[in-house]
């Protein structure tokens, strides 16, 4: 079995800052490509970005520049750190990753339960 854990939402004031980590564990062969997305009510999911194994990312064109994701591999964690955050902002924020679970096995999408942002203005 493997599992995704979000953490760290909370409410936080206009222009402040928040990190969310995303930690994986379980049956765990390797974690590749780790993303973050984020639904606010009656809106789709959208991408925020995501970061590949060799720590190469890619983010929401609206969002490059205020949020940064890192991974720390030995841990099959990753963070999304977000600055100068907005009302907007507010979602609930989730986790995805692709998993290989054993050598052989293919990669996997999991999901995460997702952690809520609020931002008060």
């Known amino acids: 079995q493997v599992q995704l854990v979000e953490s760290g939402g909370g409410l936080v004031q206009a222009g402040g800052s928040l990190r969310l980590s995303c930690a994986a564990s379980g049956n765990i062969f390797r974690v590749d490509v780790m993303g973050w997305y984020r639904q606010a009510p009656g809106k789709e999911r959208e991408f925020v970005g995501h970061?590949?194994?060799?720590?190469?990312?890619s983010y929401a064109d609206s969002l490059k520049g205020r949020f940064t994701i890192s991974r720390d591999n030995a841990k099959n964690t990753a963070y999304l750190q977000m600055n100068s955050l907005k009302p907007e902002d507010a979602a609930a924020y989730y986790c995805?990753?692709?998993?290989?679970?054993?050598?052989?096995?293919?990669?996997?999408?999991?999901w995460g339960q997702g952690t809520q942002v609020t931002v008060s203005s």
């Open positions: 995805n990753a692709q998993i290989r679970q054993t050598r052989w096995s293919l990669l996997r999408d999991y």
């Open positions: 970061i590949s194994r060799d720590s190469t990312t």
